[in-house]
């Protein structure tokens, strides 16, 4: 498993980086979309990550997430929580001292502007191409600055691309990371596409309720 922390913007100049700004910036005003995260050696959906604003800008969030023998699931909707780890499922609800729920001053990590990476004081190379009307922006961190870590071993590059249209619309983005496990280089991509953009109408629970607590 790869863990990154991303810390502030900074002041550095970086290839590219009003490009990325902006479309941080644009994510943040969505009222709903669906976030997929594709991990580009199996081809497999390993993260999905959908969101809604109410009227009064709380936050409903459908979360599904596998890595390995690991699976995660969450729905909450700001009164409800339900969640489902590795088989485990809890259920809190407002009112609970471990519920949390999100609004768009204060909302869940995957629906604010850290989704889409961007650290300019870590970044070590960076450049921007053109090919058939596409931009690629591409930001090479310096592993230690930003975090990245791994129980597989010690990662030593971390790379993120930004593809955008002829409009400077993002398409989608990817990640990877580079890690040196005892003498051998194990890399990690992942592929996350940000999509139907205020186009969502109802989330569904993806957590499985057990019968016994289906009066939830």
């Given at each position: 498993?790869?863990?990154?922390?991303?810390?502030?913007?900074?002041?550095?100049?970086?290839?590219g980086?009003?490009?990325?700004?902006k479309a941080?910036e644009?994510?943040?005003?969505?009222?709903?979309?669906?976030?997929?995260?594709t991990?580009?050696?199996?081809?497999?959906?390993?993260?999905?990550?959908?969101?809604?604003?109410?009227?009064?800008?709380?936050l409903?969030?459908?979360?599904?997430?596998?890595?390995?023998?690991?699976?995660?699931?969450?729905?909450?909707?700001?009164?409800?929580?339900?969640?489902?780890?590795?088989?485990?499922?809890?259920f809190?609800?407002r009112?609970?001292r471990?519920?949390?729920?999100?609004?768009?001053?204060?909302?869940?990590p995957?629906?604010?502007?850290?989704?889409?990476?961007?650290?300019?004081?870590?970044?070590?190379?960076?450049?921007?191409?053109?090919?058939?009307?596409?931009?690629?922006?591409?930001?090479?961190?310096?592993?230690?600055?930003?975090?990245?870590?791994?129980?597989?071993?010690?990662?030593s590059?971390?790379?993120?691309?930004?593809?955008?249209?002829?409009?400077?619309?993002?398409?989608?983005?990817?990640?990877?990371?580079?890690?040196?496990?005892?003498?051998?280089?194990?890399?990690?991509?992942?592929?996350?596409?940000?999509?139907?953009?205020?186009?969502?109408?109802?989330?569904?629970?993806?957590?499985?309720?057990?019968?016994?607590?289906?009066?939830q």
């Amino acid at each position: 498993m790869v863990s990154v922390v991303f810390a502030g913007c900074g002041a550095k100049d970086v290839a590219g980086s009003e490009l990325v700004k902006k479309a941080r910036e644009e994510y943040t005003k969505l009222d709903s979309a669906k976030v997929i995260m594709t991990n580009t050696e199996t081809n497999e959906i390993e993260q999905t990550f959908v969101f809604k604003y109410d009227e009064k800008d709380v936050l409903t969030f459908a979360y599904e997430g596998k890595y390995q023998d690991e699976s995660y699931a969450q729905y909450n909707n700001g009164y409800e929580c339900y969640t489902s780890e590795n088989g485990k499922y809890t259920f809190t609800q407002r009112g609970d001292r471990d519920f949390q729920a999100y609004d768009r001053d204060s909302t869940h990590p995957q629906a604010n502007e850290g989704l889409i990476i961007f650290s300019a004081n870590a970044v070590e190379e960076s450049s921007v191409s053109e090919e058939n009307g596409i931009t690629c922006v591409e930001h090479k961190y310096d592993p230690e600055k930003i975090g990245a870590a791994s129980d597989e071993g010690s990662v030593s590059d971390f790379i993120a691309r930004f593809y955008f249209d002829e409009n400077k619309q993002l398409l989608y983005f990817t990640e990877q990371t580079v890690i040196d496990s005892k003498g051998e280089k194990i890399i990690h991509s992942y592929k996350v596409e940000i999509t139907e953009k205020n186009a969502i109408q109802d989330i569904e629970n993806p957590v499985e309720i057990p019968k016994e607590d289906n009066t939830q």
